[in-house]
Nanobody, 123 residues
Framework: QVQLVESGGGLVQTGGSLRLSCAAS????????MGWFRQGPGKAREFVAT????????DYADSVKGRFTISRDNAKNTVYLQMNSLKPEDTAVYYC????????????????WGQGTQVTVSS
């Protein structure tokens, strides 16, 4: 079993930055890809970013490309999401997830989920 715990959310002004962390325990962290998803008020959960098991390959949703950076430290069993130039539309609960199989952009492809951390961007 894998446990994921997010941290680092909070309230920030437009244009500000936050770094989210997701600490993993359980199954070997370095053996699987990780993703970040978010769910805004009244919206479906959506893909934000993904990173492969060794941290070399990443991909992003168009809405965050150039502003967000996903990274991982396998020695610390942690994945990060650096968020810069934040906008009010980035307000959401952010979830990290451990990949299982299928499309990296599909929530159904991820087997393990954290409890989420709230990010609120004020205008």
């Amino acid at each position: 079993q894998v446990q994921l715990v997010e941290s680092g959310g909070g309230l920030v002004q437009t244009g500000g930055s936050l770094r989210l962390s997701c600490a993993a325990s359980g199954r070997t962290f370095s053996s699987y890809a990780m993703g970040w998803f978010r769910q805004g008020p009244g919206k479906a959960r959506e893909f934000v970013a993904t990173i492969n098991s060794n941290g070399i390959t990443t991909d992003y949703a168009d809405s965050v490309k150039g502003r967000f950076t996903i990274s991982r430290d396998n020695a610390k069993n942690t994945v990060y999401l650096q968020m810069n130039s934040l906008k009010p539309e980035d307000t959401a609960v952010y979830y990290c997830a451990g990949y299982g199989s299928g499309s990296y952009y599909d929530i159904l492809s991820y087997r393990y989920w954290g409890q989420g951390t709230q990010v609120t961007v004020s205008s």
